[in-house]
Structure formats: structure tokens, C-alpha cells
């Protein structure tokens, strides 16, 4: 499964476009074309991708624009296409709904009790949706029902971490039905997709989810064109050296960072590199400092090269500046050792990574794969040990059972004969007994 990361092009603000002018810099206009996802999606299948997702990973991928993309790649590939959004900017129903009419192979879905705001559109309002177009999910209604119920209790017990002071909907999706004026509202939602009339559909996918009480859309994520952890990590930020007043500024900076650093899509880890970046710079600024005065090593690393090649080419002066080099300089694999996979003799001689997808989990998170696959080693062996100690008790009951089925003679010669053959001395043979009685 290979993804393109949707994001969507700088929007400037008029400080930045006066300074560009005033320094004979050209601003780009229009990089994250469909004409660009469709490029990147067509190599990804020249490498061998067996599927291919749009992840949306802040939600920003407008209705209109989500039906015309998946009719292209559709058309251009012949891979299936998984369709990934999120609902926190308000985009998300609407989108998933143009994606069904594109023929969208597979759609990603929350059950509803996880499911809104920072999370992807209700699984259960999209089999509503489906039920509508005729689309058949083939899924256990039932199961997924109960499954909500259950999750929507494990929710109550995280209301102390919830953003939200409020629970969706109760909801089965076997058993309940919604009322009259709702399968109204999919109703004309349908047709104003259909239709192509995206702020109508807009408005009744967001009535939809009220009614479902699920979050409404977040404006200040929406204007800021920005995931919401980005958002919210910057403000942590901020608040943590309480300077939050700070944050509109830095909001503004956004554009001319990821600008400067090859215009990375706004996704993690390289969201919040940028974002980190953006408040160093109004910090610098604050202090009456220029901007990049303090710099964080992943944002070094991505302006390097380190991370890979960059959407938009970097000035090679702003990379002299940042990293004492001008030309891109890729990770030189060549010098990367691998985290040693250590061998528990303790264990049974069991090694910490013991598949190819544990040695990445190794290679990746190393502190935490560590601890993690460790326990998972000693419960493995711990599991052994109870499985062998279970296998002798269970042997041991059974042979005390057959023992008490033998008639009172059968006990008698099984006792003699076992006297008879039971070695009473350690010696084990007659010339090194001799002498010893």
C-alpha cells in the first residue's frame, strides 16, 4: 500500500508577498496540482505499489476536488484506490461521499463512537449513504453495532482526555433507523453531489452530523490550512514559555518556513518539524533576533537533504545558511549500523527481533521496540513454561484416573512390579556394585 500525501499549496500572507517583492523573490504559485498527485501516484505503481491511498491527513481535500482526483487516478491506474480523510476542518463526509460517486475502491471509516472531528467520517453514516446508492459493503451490520456499543463504554471511561465534553449519537446500525427528516437530508445530500454543488452538500453533510452529535468543524484548522496535532502541538509550544499571544504570528510564518525548507507535505513527522521551525522563528523575532537564529536538528536534516528530495526546490544559499552546505546531501546509508538483535539465553536462547517486520520495528523505535519486544520475549517463554507444566499435570491426572480404574489386584502387581524394577542403588553396573550391598 503506497500513499500520496494530500496537501495543498502556501497561502501568503501580504508581509511575506511585500518582502518577496522587495527582495526580487518569486513566490510559486500552484505546485500541489491534480496534474502533480497523479505524476506521483503513476511512479509509485511503476514501483510496484499493489494499491494506492490519497492520505488527506488534515482533512483539507475539498469535495469537488476529492471526485476529480480519484476519476483521474481511477482512469490512469490500474491499482485499486483507498480514499483517507479526516473531519476536523469539515471537508470530511462531504469528501467521502464524492469518493463513492468516483468509484472509489476502498474508503477509510471510524466507528461512529471514535469517529468525527480529528477522526475519519462515521463508518455508520456511510453505509447509510451506501445502503442509498445501492452499494453493496457486504459487512456484519451486527457485529459492528455491537462493537460501537462497546467502544462508546470505553470512550465514557476516557472522558477525562476527551476534547469533546459530549458523546456521538447511541447508534446501532443493525437495528436502529434514523427519523424521516434525517433520510431526507442523505437524500438531498445525494443529489447535490450528484449535481456538483459542493456548498449545498457541505451544509447538509454537516447537518447530518449533528444529528449524529458528532464535532462540528474546526474554523481556525480550516482557515490555517494545517493538520489539527500541528495546530495543537505549536500552541503547546507557545503556552509552554506563555507566549500563546504569539500564535497568529506564528500561523503567518507557516508558509515562509515550508517554503524555505522545499514545501514538504504537511504531514507527520515533517508538519511538525515545520511548525516547531515557525515558532523558533517568532520567538527569534521577539528577541529581536533574525529568523533561524534557533533551529531544531530535524529541520537541518530536512533542509539538508537528509530526509529525502523535496517538493519544491530549496534556495542552495538558504541551505549554505542553515546547514553549511549548498548542495542537497541525501543520508548516506553507509554508515548507519543496525540496532543490535540481542539473543536471550535466559529465554531459550530466543532473539529480541524475530521477524522481518519486528527488525524494522527495531530499526525504527528503538527505545520502545526494545522494552516491547523484550516483554513480548520473556511472555513468550513464560507461556512455554506454563504450556509444558500444563501438558505434565494434565498427563499426571490422567494417569492417576487410570490408576483408580484398576481392580485391587491390578494395583497390587503394578506396586510389585515397580519395586521389582526400581534401581535402588546409583551404580549401573554388577562389577561397580561389587562390594556394596
Known amino acids: 500500500d503506497a500513499a500520496v500525501c494530500y496537501t495543498v499549496d502556501p497561502k501568503f500572507s501580504t508581509r ?166 434525517i433520510h431526507n437530508l442523505f437524500d438531498k445530500a445525494i443529489e447535490a453531489a450528484q449535481n456538483k454543488r459542493q456548498d449545498e452538500l457541505l451544509d447538509y453533510c454537516h447537518a447530518i452530523e449533528d444529528y449524529f452529535q458528532l464535532p462540528p468543524p474546526d474554523d481556525k484548522i480550516k482557515e490555517a490550512e494545517i493538520p489539527g496535532g500541528m495546530y495543537t502541538n505549536m500552541l503547546s509550544q507557545l503556552k509552554q514559555v506563555k507566549l500563546e499571544n504569539l500564535l497568529p504570528r506564528t500561523l503567518e510564518l507557516i508558509p515562509e518556513v515550508r517554503l524555505d525548507a522545499g514545501l514538504p507535505p504537511l504531514v507527520t513527522p515533517t508538519s511538525q518539524i515545520i ?23 530535524q529541520f537541518v536534516n530536512l533542509v539538508k537533504g537528509i530526509y529525502g528530495k523535496t517538493p519544491y526546490p530549496i534556495n542552495p544559499e538558504f541551505r549554505y545558511k542553515i546547514t553549511g552546505v549548498r548542495e542537497e546531501t541525501p543520508y548516506d546509508f553507509r554508515f548507519y549500523k543496525k540496532q543490535p538483535n540481542s539473543v536471550f539465553e535466559e529465554y531459550g536462547g530466543i532473539k529480541l527481533a524475530n521477524t522481518e517486520k519486528e527488525e524494522l520495528l527495531l530499526e525504527l523505535f528503538p527505545n520502545v521496540a526494545n522494552d516491547f519486544l523484550k516483554n513480548r520475549a520473556e511472555q513468550i517463554y513464560m507461556a512455554k513454561i506454563h504450556q509444558i507444566e500444563e501438558e505434565k499435570r494434565r498427563k ?17 502387581q503394578r506396586l510389585l512390579k515397580g519395586l521389582y524394577n526400581y534401581q535402588w542403588t546409583s551404580f549401573q553396573d554388577e562389577e561397580e556394585a561389587l562390594g556394596h550391598s
Do not use: W
Open 16 to 181: 511575506t508577498r511585500v518582502k518577496a517583492f522587495l527582495h526580487g523573490k518569486s513566490l510559486p504559485n500552484r505546485i500541489f496540482t491534480d496534474e502533480y498527485f497523479v505524476n506521483c501516484a503513476k511512479q509509485l505503481e511503476v514501483m510496484g505499489a499493489d494499491m494506492l491511498t490519497i492520505k488527506d491527513m488534515a482533512g483539507l481535500i475539498t469535495p469537488l476536488r476529492t471526485y476529480r482526483l480519484i476519476s483521474r487516478l481511477k482512469k490512469e491506474l490500474s491499482i485499486p484506490i483507498d480514499f483517507h480523510t479526516h473531519c476536523t476542518p469539515g471537508y470530511g463526509l462531504a469528501s467521502a461521499l464524492m469518493a463513492l460517486l468516483a468509484e472509489v475502491d476502498i474508503l477509510d471509516t471510524s466507528i461512529l463512537n471514535f469517529a468525527g472531528g480529528p477522526g475519519a467520517p462515521a463508518f455508520e453514516i456511510i453505509q447509510i449513504f451506501c445502503n442509498k446508492l445501492g452499494i453493496e459493503t457486504n459487512l456484519n451490520l451486527k457485529a459492528i453495532g455491537d462493537i460501537n456499543q462497546k467502544l462508546g463504554e470505553i470512550r465514557k471511561s476516557l472522558s477525562p482526555y476527551d476534547t469533546v465534553s459530549y458523546l456521538p449519537r447511541p447508534f446501532h446500525i443493525a437495528t436502529d433507523d434514523i427519523p424521516l427528516e
Open 275 to 297: 511548525g516547531s521551525q515557525a515558532v523558533n522563528c517568532a520567538l527569534d523575532e521577539t528577541k529581536g533576533q533574525p529568523m533561524y537564529t534557533t533551529r531544531s536538528i
Open 396 to 412: 499426571l491426572e490422567a494417569e492417576k484416573a487410570a490408576y483408580e480404574k484398576l481392580s485391587p489386584e491390578e494395583k497390587q
